[in-house]
């Protein structure tokens, strides 16, 4: 694998159920975020993790839940969604750099999430 | 705090003529700009970016872009449209003082006519 893989590419669940999207990046970087991509709105940044400890919540609801086990690995977990939260769901990663230069965001290719 | 304006939300040009995609940023000290395309039912993929030096960036599949402080204004320009470039185009606009975040544009829609 290369890049920044995402599982699974579609899922559907109920309100009720609970599940776990996952990415995977195999480009050696420290780095990582959640996205959410609606239709008709702007890319939203959910999360960052900075070498594994996570440094941006940008006002998620707590039924979205991060994870960040190492450097390679970023899940997100889901309990009780709403049809609202119904989106493109993508992961990125980049080398960040403590004296503040900035790198690029590689993307994967996202998780099509239907809440029904 | 940033803020990226990306004024057009569609565009159609004719396949083989010019394509200029327009983006204005917000942003206090000297910005780092991105272009980056999605396909549909894929990620985003760098296209080119702008950290310093000189204002012309060269990306890949032939497009370019200019940065113009005083018009803060980072435009994305290719000279003849080929019909695979029909896809979604984001400006996104990253500084020092923010860390490793970006703030992305709403995304300009490109649709090439044969």
């Known amino acids: 694998e290369t890049g920044v893989t995402q599982t699974p590419r579609h899922l559907v669940m109920g309100m009720t159920n609970k599940k776990s999207l996952k990415c995977e990046q195999h480009?050696?970087?420290?780095?990582m975020y959640w996205y959410k991509q609606s239709a008709k709105k702007p890319l939203e940044l959910m999360f960052v993790?900075?070498?594994?400890?996570?440094?941006e919540n940008n006002s998620v609801p707590s039924r979205f839940s991060p994870e960040c086990p190492n450097s390679s690995h970023l899940f997100l977990h889901l309990h009780t969604l709403q049809p609202e939260d119904s989106a493109l769901y993508l992961c990125?990663?980049?080398?960040?750099?403590?004296?503040?230069?900035?790198?690029?965001?590689?993307f994967g290719p996202g998780t099509r999430l239907t809440v029904l | 705090a940033q803020s990226v304006t990306q004024p057009d939300i569609h565009i159609t040009v004719s396949e083989g003529a010019s394509l200029e995609l327009r983006c204005n940023y917000s942003?206090?000290?000297?910005?780092?700009l991105f272009w980056y395309v999605q396909s549909p039912g894929q990620g985003l993929q760098l296209l080119l970016k702008?950290?310093?030096?000189?204002?012309l960036v060269q990306g890949i599949k032939g497009f370019e872009a200019e940065f113009k402080r005083s018009q803060s204004s980072f435009n994305l320009r290719k000279p003849s449209v080929h019909w695979s470039d029909a896809a979604e185009y984001f400006c996104?606009?990253?500084?020092?003082?923010?860390?490793?975040?970006?703030?992305f544009g709403a995304g300009t829609i490109l649709r090439v006519k044969s």
């Open positions: 942003y206090g000290a000297t910005p780092y």
């Open positions: 996104a606009v990253g500084g020092k003082e923010y860390g490793n975040k970006l703030v």
């Open positions: 993790y900075n070498f594994k400890e996570q440094t």
């Open positions: 702008y950290f310093s030096g000189d204002t």
């Open positions: 990125a990663s980049s080398q960040f750099r403590t004296s503040g230069s900035q790198n690029e965001q590689f």
């Open positions: 480009l050696g970087h420290n780095a």
